[in-house]
């Protein structure tokens, strides 16, 4: 990606800053570094300055000068924002597209701006600008070209959808609006002409599957099931939020020498996963449903529901509620509340990509979206009860050229000492459409509309079924969950490795029970520090720090058993200690072991049995690992690399302070039950730290199988 003199300045200044965080001694030699031609910005235009040019944006600009940024009496236009230095992506509409839609939104009446509502103008005009922040903004070579979507959201907070036009080869945003001039480069962004105006959809995720005409059968059910309701927008509880924190607005937290800002926002949102109704018909037999337009209801829907009913029971288990759809025990409840996750999610979060074994993002703040090595995949929780676990996993680009994305695939690894993690096959992939398993997503390609204002649905090629086989499969094999998956607010507001952030108490329902003294941050490699040397999965974490006390849900397990529970940790001096908790009710939980102490390194762990692969055999590697197990931790896993290895450097085998896992505890645990750790600082201070990033639930036939347990 190139970059123009105002970016090449903004880098240097933002690089600069964070450096004083991170390295303060390293700002001499920078300084030098600097050419004064990065401060010439004065001879090129500001998109302001390029809209004031154009007659044929006159009315875009003339929205941009009416609408503020922000609801508070002093804000100020979004024209002035353009004229101010940053690096902004605007999608500017000309002027017969804004008329256009104006004659839309009058029926007819009218192609005045001076018609419309100050809603609608707003809309017209936040929807159309994304603030890349410190990153560069987008350039033609940036956007995605398969129905994807970019990763940083509008100033309406929506993430747009992007494809490329088979006929003419131009780029679409959001399926209406396509790019007719493109790269227009200002000194603070990126300007791009459309032919329409960018308008995503305001209905929820339930009703925006209702009009896609091919996904009748799944939006009757969520309709007689009662989760249409759950998937419907619930803007006023978002809006007291934001009413209630407003003191709190554009504050920040000193932490950690660094300024973590107040989370503004609190957003709900959703993820559906949805069966078109020609995957019902091939996969289960169901019958095509016929649709009386005029009366808006399927005619043959007696018929169909016959048959969904009776696979739901046989799959999933016979019916104890007298056939009560609405009750959570129903099998057909519990099909539907499957596809559901709580938390919106874009194709481009699905799962993270940042410093998995043989990926080289290249640059911590602009991940690079291709050169993906292995398998990545995450853990998420469905709707309903009993709870659902849902693994997404994406292939890597060196064997499949769309980067696919599979709910439920489990996989067989090249997972030996000197392996590279590459997958093998595939386990149980015998019954599409009957197992639950290896389902593919399919994707957007901008043939329909899935960005609602509460979410997104995705439609899927076989049918997605929780059945006591797909449970068993995915409790075959070791769940390693990051932690921001299990809170689905992290998720709805565009903060997943994106932003860093201060949350107050109760932001999150997932974590409860918080003393007063706790205080939660979120932070992201690249945000905090560029390009660094962090050990944690995925390149983010959670510290929480003060004299803390909170009780966090964990995610449900697939199957029955009895599990190792294990946490990731990246221990140093300004941790602390902590006691950790385990129960089935917030409330009572009862300790796991002594307190753990953060602060200690591999040479404090008693008899100071780490020593790095390179240095023995295979044996050694082996006989190694059971002495650090004896003394309850393990090495960091090999699939995770040190962040700015370019993916080569393992966190196993960092050599200066590994990345460790702790094992907490051995425990029962079934599929129905709601389980709890609780956190409570052992130190009573102020200043201590407690670093929380992944946990591990392991089978533990695994742990005590013959053949020793994978370092991956």
Same mark, same amino acid.
């Given at each position: 990606?190139?970059?123009?003199?105002?970016?090449?300045?903004?880098?240097?200044?933002?690089?600069?800053?964070?450096?004083?965080?991170?390295?303060?001694?390293?700002?001499?030699?920078?300084?030098?570094?600097?050419?004064?031609?990065?401060?010439?910005?004065?001879?090129?235009?500001?998109?302001?300055?390029?809209?004031?040019?154009?007659?044929?944006?006159?009315?875009? =600009?003339?929205?941009?000068?009416?609408?503020?940024? #922000? !609801?508070?009496?002093?804000?100020?236009?979004?024209?002035?924002?353009?004229?101010?230095?940053?690096?902004?992506?605007?999608?500017?509409?000309?002027?017969?597209?804004?008329?256009?839609?104006?004659?839309?939104?009058?029926?007819?009446?009218?192609?005045?701006?001076?018609?419309?509502?100050?809603?609608?103008?707003?809309?017209?005009?936040?929807?159309?600008?994304?603030?890349?922040?410190?990153?560069?903004?987008?350039?033609?070579? %940036?956007?995605?070209?398969?129905?994807?979507?970019?990763? $940083?959201?509008?100033?309406?907070?929506?993430?747009?959808?992007?494809?490329?036009?088979?006929?003419?080869?131009?780029?679409?945003?959001?399926?209406?609006?396509?790019?007719?001039?493109?790269?227009?480069?200002?000194?603070?962004?990126?300007?791009?002409?459309?032919?329409?105006?960018?308008?995503?959809?305001?209905?929820?995720?339930?009703?925006?599957?209702? =009009?896609?005409?091919?996904?009748?059968?799944?939006?009757?059910? +969520?309709?007689?099931?009662?989760?249409?309701?759950?998937?419907?927008?619930?803007?006023?509880?978002?809006?007291?939020?934001?009413?209630?924190?407003?003191?709190?607005?554009?504050?920040?937290?000193?932490?950690?020498?660094?300024?973590?800002?107040?989370?503004?926002?609190?957003?709900?949102?959703?993820?559906?996963?949805?069966?078109?109704?020609?995957?019902? !018909?091939?996969?289960?037999?169901?019958?095509?449903?016929?649709? %009386?337009?005029?009366?808006?209801?399927? $005619?043959?829907?007696?018929?169909?529901?016959?048959? @969904?009913?009776?696979?739901?029971?046989?799959?999933?288990?016979? %019916?104890?509620?007298?056939?009560?759809?609405?009750?959570?025990?129903?099998?057909?409840?519990?099909?539907?509340?499957?596809?559901?996750?709580?938390?919106?999610?874009?194709?481009?979060?699905?799962?993270?990509?940042?410093?998995?074994?043989?990926?080289?993002?290249?640059?911590?703040?602009?991940?690079?979206?291709?050169?993906?090595?292995?398998?990545?995949?995450?853990?998420?929780?469905? +709707?309903?009860?009993?709870?659902?676990?849902? =693994?997404?996993?994406?292939?890597?680009?060196?064997?499949?050229?769309?980067?696919?994305?599979?709910?439920?695939?489990?996989?067989?690894?090249?997972?030996?000492?000197?392996?590279?993690?590459?997958?093998?096959?595939?386990?149980?992939?015998?019954?599409?459409?009957?197992?639950?398993?290896?389902?593919?997503?399919?994707?957007?390609?901008?043939?329909?509309?899935?960005?609602? +204002?509460?979410?997104?649905?995705?439609?899927?090629?076989?049918?997605?079924?929780?059945?006591?086989?797909?449970?068993?499969?995915?409790?075959?094999?070791?769940?390693?969950?990051?932690?921001?998956?299990?809170?689905?607010?992290?998720?709805?507001?565009?903060?997943?490795?994106?932003?860093?952030?201060?949350?107050?108490?109760?932001?999150?329902? #997932?974590?409860?029970?918080?003393?007063?003294?706790?205080?939660?941050?979120?932070?992201?490699?690249?945000?905090?520090?560029?390009?660094?040397?962090?050990?944690?999965?995925?390149?983010?974490?959670?510290?929480?720090?003060?004299?803390?006390?909170?009780?966090?849900?964990?995610?449900?397990?697939?199957?029955?058993?009895?599990?190792?529970?294990?946490?990731?940790?990246?221990?140093?001096?300004?941790?602390?200690?902590?006691?950790?908790?385990?129960?089935?009710?917030?409330?009572?939980?009862?300790?796991?072991? +002594?307190?753990?102490?953060?602060?200690?390194?591999?040479?404090? @762990?008693?008899?100071?049995?780490?020593?790095?692969?390179?240095?023995?055999?295979?044996?050694?590697?082996?006989?190694?690992?059971?002495?650090?197990?004896?003394?309850?931790?393990? !090495?960091?896993?090999?699939?995770?690399?040190?962040?700015?290895?370019?993916? =080569?450097?393992?966190?196993?085998?960092?050599?200066?302070?590994?990345?460790?896992?702790?094992?907490?505890?051995?425990?029962?645990?079934?599929?129905?039950?709601?389980?709890?750790?609780?956190?409570?600082?052992?130190?009573?201070?102020?200043?201590?730290?407690?670093?929380?990033?992944?946990?591990?639930?392991?089978?533990?036939?695994?742990?005590?199988?013959?053949?020793?347990?994978?370092?991956?």
């Amino acid at each position: 990606m190139k970059m123009n003199m105002f970016h090449i300045s903004r880098w240097a200044s933002y690089a600069a800053a964070l450096l004083m965080v991170a390295a303060p001694a390293a700002l001499t030699s920078c300084k030098e570094d600097i050419s004064e031609d990065a401060y010439a910005i004065k001879s090129m235009d500001t998109v302001s300055d390029m809209l004031a040019k154009r007659d044929d944006l006159s009315d875009i =600009k003339a929205l941009f000068e009416e609408v503020k940024l #922000g !609801k508070s009496a002093n804000a100020s236009s979004l024209l002035s924002v353009l004229s101010a230095r940053g690096n902004y992506t605007v999608f500017a509409p000309n002027n017969d597209a804004v008329r256009a839609y104006v004659l839309e939104k009058t029926d007819g009446a009218s192609q005045s701006i001076a018609d419309l509502t100050y809603e609608q103008k707003e809309l017209i005009a936040q929807n159309c600008i994304i603030d890349n922040g410190s990153q560069n903004a987008y350039e033609l070579a %940036d956007f995605p070209s398969n129905g994807g979507t970019f990763a $940083t959201s509008n100033l309406k907070d929506r993430k747009l959808a992007c494809t490329q036009d088979e006929a003419d080869l131009l780029y679409v945003i959001n399926g209406t609006s396509k790019v007719i001039e493109n790269n227009l480069e200002a000194s603070n962004g990126m300007m791009h002409v459309v032919n329409a105006v960018i308008a995503p959809s305001t209905n929820s995720v339930a009703e925006l599957m209702g =009009k896609a005409g091919n996904m009748r059968i799944m939006t009757k059910l +969520l309709e007689i099931t009662g989760y249409a309701d759950s998937l419907k927008l619930r803007t006023q509880e978002e809006e007291n939020y934001e009413t209630e924190n407003l003191n709190n607005a554009g504050s920040t937290k000193r932490f950690a020498s660094f300024d973590f800002p107040f989370m503004e926002k609190r957003a709900l949102g959703y993820t559906a996963f949805v069966e078109p109704d020609d995957v019902f !018909k091939s996969d289960w037999g169901v019958p095509e449903p016929v649709y %009386d337009e005029a009366q808006g209801v399927i $005619t043959n829907w007696d018929e169909i529901f016959k048959v @969904i009913e009776e696979m739901c029971n046989t799959l999933i288990g016979a %019916d104890t509620t007298s056939g009560d759809v609405t009750n959570p025990a129903n099998p057909v409840n519990q099909f539907v509340a499957y596809h559901l996750l709580d938390g919106s999610l874009s194709t481009d979060e699905f799962v993270h990509h940042f410093n998995e074994y043989g990926y080289n993002y290249v640059n911590a703040l602009e991940p690079a979206t291709k050169g993906y090595s292995v398998n990545v995949w995450d853990y998420y929780t469905t +709707l309903g009860y009993p709870r659902g676990l849902l =693994k997404i996993t994406q292939l890597p680009d060196r064997v499949d050229a769309e980067q696919s994305f599979y709910l439920n695939r489990v996989s067989v690894y090249d997972d030996g000492i000197t392996g590279d993690y590459h997958e093998i096959r595939v386990k149980n992939d015998n019954a599409p459409g009957q197992n639950g398993l290896n389902i593919k997503v399919r994707p957007t390609n901008g043939d329909f509309d899935n960005n609602a +204002l509460n979410g997104f649905y995705y439609p899927i090629d076989n049918i997605l079924v929780i059945t006591p086989e797909t449970r068993q499969a995915l409790g075959s094999e070791r769940m390693r969950i990051d932690v921001t998956t299990m809170l689905p607010e992290l998720l709805s507001n565009d903060m997943r490795g994106r932003k860093v952030a201060y949350f107050p108490t109760g932001y999150f329902k #997932g974590i409860m029970n918080e003393s007063s003294g706790t205080q939660i941050y979120y932070l992201q490699d690249g945000r905090v520090q560029i390009n660094g040397s962090w050990r944690d999965y995925q390149g983010d974490e959670f510290l929480f720090s003060g004299r803390y006390d909170f009780v966090l849900q964990l995610p449900p397990v697939p199957v029955a058993g009895t599990y190792e529970l294990r946490m990731g940790i990246s221990n140093n001096g300004l941790r602390g200690m902590v006691q950790i908790y385990f129960g089935d009710s917030p409330n009572t939980t009862t300790p796991v072991g +002594l307190p753990i102490d953060q602060r200690e390194g591999k040479d404090q @762990i008693p008899g100071n049995p780490w020593v790095k692969d390179d240095k023995l055999d295979e044996d050694a590697i082996r006989e190694n690992d059971r002495n650090l197990r004896n003394q309850g931790y393990m !090495k960091g896993p090999n699939y995770i690399t040190v962040t700015g290895s370019e993916g =080569k450097t393992p966190v196993r085998n960092q050599d200066s302070s590994p990345a460790l896992r702790r094992i907490l505890t051995t425990v029962y645990m079934e599929p129905g039950q709601t389980y709890f750790m609780r956190f409570k600082s052992a130190i009573e201070t102020d200043n201590t730290q407690f670093f929380v990033d992944y946990f591990e639930f392991v089978p533990y036939d695994i742990v005590t199988s013959t053949t020793p347990e994978d370092i991956w």
